[in-house]
């Protein structure tokens, strides 16, 4: 069996919470609908609390991520829909709290 190290960089489990919330802060810094700290960490901050707030969705099948289920698509959806929600709050928390 690989080591834990290289078991998990492989690349093929994929927590796909961490792609969500990283499009999802992406497009909002993009939109510049809110004004915070865009240092990365800052960034990072936010990331993180989101992370914290919804559910992960772990996937180790390219097949699955390329070819979705219904069920896949409509987890998936939740999903961004919960990071969309939980990032204005991060942000005003990390707004609070700067740790620079």
């Known amino acids: 069996m690989l080591s834990k190290d290289e ?23 993009e939109r510049a609908e809110i ?3 865009q240092c990365d960490k800052c960034l990072f901050d936010i990331a993180c609390v989101v992370l914290n707030k919804i559910p ?3 996937s180790s099948s390219i097949a699955d991520r390329t ?7 409509a987890d998936y959806e ?12 991060a942000i ?3 707004k ?5």
Do not use: D, W
């Open 78 to 89: 939740t999903l961004k829909q919960l990071a969309a929600e939980e990032l204005p709050l």
């Open 35 to 37: 004004e915070f700290c």
């Open 7 to 29: 078991f998990f960089k492989t690349g093929e489990i994929v927590n796909l919470a961490e792609e969500v919330v990283y499009e999802e802060l992406k497009a909002l810094v």
């Open 92 to 94: 005003e928390r990390i």
């Open 67 to 73: 070819y979705p289920s219904p069920e896949f698509k």
């Open 56 to 58: 992960s969705m772990y």
């Open 96 to 100: 609070e709290r700067l740790h620079h």
